[in-house]
């Protein structure tokens, strides 16, 4: 079991550019979240996934941020224009559906600077 | 949607206990996890309450009454290797497959 898989680990960008993060969940969940982390504000749920369809966006910050999730082994989340304030660690999480008790299995995370 | 509040900070010296408090306000509720991260990496999952009580998992304990919207995480036997950050997280009621976190305790094990 590789775990949840994230790239790239760190993203230095400029402001208004566009920028991609990826991830790849642990084979036969079929639940897919991403969260940001920041100082400020913890860990925020942004979006999660049931089998590729999107379930509850309502945490996306604004229309700069979009998510998808083309096929079961597969997400992105990207962000266009990036600005500053987008600056956080960008964790995918992935769950198996039965049970109550199934945790989240956190990847390790991408770190997103913008200047 | 929820309220979790945890102290920011705690301090312990190897060898002994330390308890971390999380108090949850929720218009639903669906079990309380507990996570441990350590800097720069990705949470882990350390212990699910969803029943009144303490559950054990050796040197970790986790308590929860829900009349009173609480729960502690026991960290026994304190390592260095324990300082970390210690997320309290709450599943909503009202979306059994959201968790809410709370900020994080950041709990410091000195020799």
């Known amino acids: 079991d590789a775990g949840v898989i994230q790239s790239p680990r760190h993203e230095v960008t400029e402001m208004g550019q566009e920028v991609t993060l990826r991830c790849k969940p642990i084979?036969?969940?079929?639940?897919l979240f991403w969260y940001r982390q920041t100082m400020m504000r913890g860990l925020e749920l942004l979006i999660y996934?049931?089998?590729?369809?999107?379930?509850?966006d309502s945490g996306m910050p604004e229309d700069r941020f979009s998510a998808k999730m083309p096929n079961a082994s597969f997400s992105t989340l990207k962000i266009q224009p990036s600005e500053p304030r987008d600056s956080a660690v960008y964790f995918c999480a992935s769950r198996a559906g039965t049970g109550f008790n199934s945790p989240l299995h956190f990847g390790n995370g991408t770190r997103l600077t913008v200047t | 949607g929820q309220n979790i509040d945890q102290p920011t900070e705690m301090t312990a010296t190897e060898g002994a206990i330390v308890q971390i408090n999380c108090t949850y306000q929720t218009s639903g509720f669906n079990g309380l996890f507990w996570y441990q991260q350590h800097a720069g990496e990705a949470p882990t999952f350390l212990s699910y309450n969803v029943l009144d009580g303490l559950e054990e998992k050796g040197r970790f304990s986790s308590f929860l009454s829900r009349s009173k919207g609480y729960s502690y995480l026991l960290l026994k036997e304190l390592q260095m290797k324990d300082s970390a950050s210690y997320l309290c997280a709450v599943r909503d009621g009202s979306d059994d497959y959201k968790l809410s976190f709370g900020a994080g305790t950041t709990v410091t094990v000195r020799a």
């Open positions: 996934f049931n089998n590729n369809v999107p379930i509850d």
């Open positions: 084979s036969g969940h079929d639940y």
